[in-house]
């Protein structure tokens, strides 16, 4: 199976975490699985490209973090949350794919 360099991904890392923070607060963890699931295991995130990630954006105020107790049995948990600059960070994000897109499809020859 072919799967996506890190290299090629890499400027848009924010993008696919903040997409999964537009709806609800989540952990570490969990959006390291959902990227997995929704890339069907083309695209999986390193713990450390992730942390570096959620260090980044909350210094730019793109997500805002909170721990929370989870269980007796589960130790503390940091969640993350979009902010509102997280919300218009992410849409410029799009627009830059879509325009990134337009333009590498020009070199793009499939091969028979």
Do not use: H
Request: negative net charge.
């Amino acid at each position: 199976m072919v799967s996506i360099s890190s290299d090629v991904i890499r400027g848009y890392n924010d993008t696919i975490i903040l997409y999964l923070l537009l709806d609800e607060p989540s952990y570490g963890y969990e959006i390291s699985k959902k990227i997995k699931e929704f890339s069907d295991e083309k695209y999986i995130i390193k713990q450390t490209t992730l942390y570096s990630a959620f260090t980044r954006m909350e210094k730019n105020g793109y997500i805002e973090s909170y721990t929370m107790d989870v269980s007796e049995s589960v130790k503390r948990r940091t969640y993350y949350q979009i902010t509102d600059a997280g919300r218009a960070y992410y849409q410029e994000k799009c627009r830059e794919w879509n325009l990134t897109k337009e333009v590498i499809e020009r070199f793009i020859r499939e091969e028979d």
